[in-house]
Nanobody
C-alpha cells in the first residue's frame, strides 16, 4: 500500500490562506485517486476534495470556490490550497488514497489508506 504524510497545517486568521501537502511513498502514486477530508472537534470526518488520476476534481459545497486540490505526480504529492479561510474550517485535515475516484467522495467508509492528519486552526 501507499503511505501518506500530511504537512502544512497551522494557525491562520480568518480570511487567510494555507497550503496543505500530502506526500506519498510506497506504491506508484500516479495509480491512485487522492482525497482530502477533515474532522472538526466533536464532529464526524467529512469529505473536502478529491482528484482523479487524470486531474478531474470534486469538492464539497462548503469549500467550492475557496479550496483547490492539485497533484504533482513527479513529486508524489497532492496539495490542498485553502483561501478565504473561515473559523468553521478549523479541523484536522487528512489525505486519503484509493484506486477509485468515485469511492473517495461517495464511499469514504471504504477508504483504508489515510495519513496521520495535520491541524488547521482558523482564528476569528
Amino acid at each position: 500500500q501507499v503511505q501518506l504524510v500530511e504537512s502544512g497545517g497551522g494557525l491562520v486568521q480568518a480570511g487567510g490562506s494555507l497550503r496543505l501537502s500530502c506526500a506519498a511513498s510506497g506504491r506508484t502514486f500516479s495509480n491512485y485517486a487522492m482525497g482530502w477530508f477533515r474532522q472538526a472537534p466533536g464532529k464526524e470526518r467529512e469529505f473536502v476534495a478529491a482528484i482523479s488520476r487524470n486531474g478531474v476534481t470534486r469538492y464539497a459545497d462548503s469549500v467550492k470556490g475557496r479550496f483547490t486540490i492539485s497533484r504533482a505526480d513527479a513529486k508524489n504529492t497532492v496539495y490542498l490550497q485553502m483561501n478565504s479561510l473561515k473559523p468553521e474550517d478549523t479541523a484536522v485535515y487528512y489525505c486519503a488514497a484509493h484506486y477509485s475516484f468515485a469511492t473517495i467522495f461517495s464511499l469514504p467508509g471504504d477508504l483504508e489508506v489515510w495519513g496521520q492528519g495535520t491541524l488547521v486552526t482558523v482564528s476569528s
